[in-house]
């Protein structure tokens, strides 16, 4: 009896995945962490591997990297309306007032990890120009390698993030948080 298809080892990445996954297992964890939670990272980023432990790595795709952090983005992409639900509550956390404990603690962790003004302004965006921002400051991820990751051209990610960019300032007043001056 053969074995299933799904079960069988690809062979392109049989000797090699050990070292993938040690090299960048951490770093992609984070990443989904960063853009939903430690609990949720810790089952997504052991789907990014097993997606590509099955799927196997195509040399002709590019550097490995990119490739690990276009899985990580598509299975959050699975979790949007979550993570969409997630931005919208920390938006909306930060408008009300404190009434209970569970307001007082749920405020604490949204100041903790954004404020709501952000996370308001990041749920205004539209999937690709968050997903561009989201690899780009929390991934750490060059043009070329966003551009590898979401499997788009790179002109489309300079004109999303300059786009998300523009809606960002706006929608917190203006400001440039890189400007050490705002007055």
């Not at 990014?48 to 432990?53: E, G, R």
Request: proline share 4%; charged share 25%; glycine share 8%.
């Amino acid at each position: 009896m053969a074995p299933r298809p799904d079960l069988v080892d690809p062979p392109d990445l049989r000797d090699g995945f050990e070292q993938i996954f040690n090299a960048h297992f951490a770093e992609i964890h984070r990443y989904i962490a960063r853009r939903l939670s430690d609990d949720i990272a810790d089952d997504l980023a052991a789907e990014v591997f097993l997606a590509a432990y099955r799927g196997g790595y195509d040399a002709s795709r590019g550097q490995v990297r990119p490739w690990l952090y276009g899985i990580a983005t598509h299975l959050v992409a699975r979790h949007r309306r979550t993570e969409l639900r997630r931005w919208k509550a920390l938006s909306r956390t930060a408008e009300r007032h404190e009434h209970s404990h569970e307001d007082a603690a749920l405020t604490r962790v949204a100041a903790s990890e954004l404020t709501g003004r952000l996370a308001g302004a990041l749920a205004g965006l539209n999937g690709g120009d968050r997903d561009v921002v989201l690899l780009s400051a929390l991934g750490g991820l060059s043009h070329a390698e966003v551009a590898a990751a979401l499997k788009i051209p790179a002109g489309t990610v300079a004109s999303r993030l300059n786009r998300a960019r523009k809606q960002l300032r706006k929608a917190l007043g203006d400001v440039n948080p890189l400007e050490e001056n705002h007055g």
